[in-house]
């Protein structure tokens, strides 16, 4: 079973920017494939998808609110989160979180908090205006 270790997480002003780190400890380069995302949750808030990436092929998806700003990324078994143009409405608590996959399709459902079953345990950003 894969676990999880974020880092990455601060406070900066509008506008700035963050990369969030999440290493999978499956081994030096994942062994199977995984839908990896990163979530976020606001003080009193839902934990809400931000952006997930298909181990296999590295293909990716973005939420509405990520599209144009944050970029998902993955190298061996540490994913990333580049966040610019950070905005007061990007503070929360940013999880990554996997489940196994076996198809570029599956991660393309895999958008609520129920569908990951592994979690890291999460590190705040702080936007400030």
């Known amino acids: 079973q894969v676990q999880l270790v974020e880092s990455g997480g601060g406070s900066v002003q509008a506008g700035g920017s963050l990369r969030l780190s999440c290493v999978a400890s499956?081994?030096?380069?994942?062994?199977?494939?995984?839908?990896l995302g990163w979530f976020r949750q606001a003080p009193g808030k839902g934990r809400e998808p931000v952006a997930r990436?298909?181990?296999?092929?590295?293909y990716t998806y973005y939420s509405n609110s990520a599209k144009g700003r944050f970029t998902i990324s993955l190298e061996k078994a540490t994913m990333y989160l580049q966040m610019d143009s950070l905005r007061p409405e990007d503070t929360a608590m940013y999880f990554c979180?996997?489940?196994?996959?076996?198809?570029?399709?599956?991660?393309?459902?895999?958008?609520?908090?129920?569908?990951?079953?592994?979690w890291g345990q999460g590190t705040q950003v702080t936007v400030s205006s």
């Open positions: 499956d081994s030096p380069t994942l062994q199977a494939t995984y839908c």
């Open positions: 979180a996997a489940e196994r996959a076996e198809a570029r399709g599956s991660c393309a459902l895999k958008r609520a908090e129920t569908d990951f079953r592994t």
């Open positions: 990436i298909y181990t296999a092929d590295a």
